[in-house]
């Protein structure tokens, strides 16, 4: 697995708090603790409203912001893109295993039911 990839340097993008908006009451609608980051090089735009608390907010967003650069720059071979893999081959091979157990379950159920209806009938 690919290593997170490094904080987007602060000279390449602009930060921005703006009020909260949605769940969290008064609190929330009040106090500027979203933070809405631009990367200029790329135009890319993040707007992180995760926690009310702005340190938080601060942090996650840098985060997002250098997980989506390395996304536009590496493309499939970016760490988001092989985690997102990894997760849809194991989900997939959870729903192969479901099916198959299932299907002879079913079997299972066929071959008892046809066993026991004929010898029934056969004592009559």
């Known amino acids: 697995m690919p290593d997170r990839p490094p904080l987007v340097h602060e000279n390449e993008f602009t930060e ?4 909260g ?3 969290g009451g008064q609190k ?12 200029i090089p790329t135009g890319l735009v993040l707007k992180v ?3 009310r608390s702005r340190t938080q907010n601060r942090k996650i967003a840098r985060q997002m912001l250098a997980e989506r650069v390395e996304e536009i720059e590496k ?5 988001v893109a092989v985690v997102q893999e ?13 099916k198959r157990k ?5 079997e299972a159920k066929k ?10 009938g056969n004592q009559s």
């Open 111 to 120: 071959a008892s039911e046809d066993g026991n209806g004929g010898d029934s």
């Open 21 to 23: 908006s949605g769940p």
């Open 102 to 106: 299932y299907r002879a379950l079913e």
């Open 86 to 98: 990894v997760k849809r081959k194991r989900k997939s091979s959870a729903v192969k295993k479901s």
């Open 16 to 19: 921005s708090f703006l009020k």
């Open 49 to 51: 409203q995760a926690t």
């Open 28 to 39: 929330i609608n009040k106090t500027s603790s979203a933070v809405q980051l631009k990367h």
């Open 75 to 79: 493309g499939k071979e970016s760490r």
